[in-house]
């Protein structure tokens, strides 16, 4: 099991405007991504991605780990499977989160196509 790619802020909508201007202008990350409910930061090696939730009313982290059997890594964190928190289109895996609740996605990693 590996570090992901991305890690994401849950952020109110109350705050998402402010939140997102401070990573752009405070801390000076450069925007990678925007969509209409969320914006991608270069992180280091990572997107940091602050996502509005319109019904949220306190803010969640969530990270992503990489296993080439994510099935079976579930099962050796002895996690509960959690998919109904967002749809995994194209995606190989399974939402669950620690003991203290922060979301991880379990997925194993795309390879880049060739060409």
Avoid: C
Avoid at 3 to 21: C, F, M, R, S
Avoid at 28 to 55: C, K, Q, Y
Avoid at 102 to 113: D, N
Wanted: glycine share 6%.
């Amino acid at each position: 099991m590996e570090a992901g790619k991305n890690i994401a802020i849950k952020v109110p909508l109350y705050v998402w405007e402010d939140t997102v201007a401070f990573y752009r202008d405070k801390v000076g990350l450069p925007v990678t991504r925007e969509l209409e409910n969320s914006t991608g930061f270069a992180f280091g090696s990572m997107t940091l991605w602050i996502d509005r939730i319109p019904h949220q009313s306190q803010v969640d982290v969530w990270i992503e780990l990489f296993d080439d059997d994510p099935d079976a890594a579930l099962t050796r964190l002895g996690s509960a499977r959690r998919d109904e928190l967002e749809p995994l289109t194209d995606v190989t895996g399974h939402w669950t989160s620690d003991p203290a609740g922060t979301v991880i996605l379990l997925r194993k990693e795309q390879m880049a196509s060739p060409g």
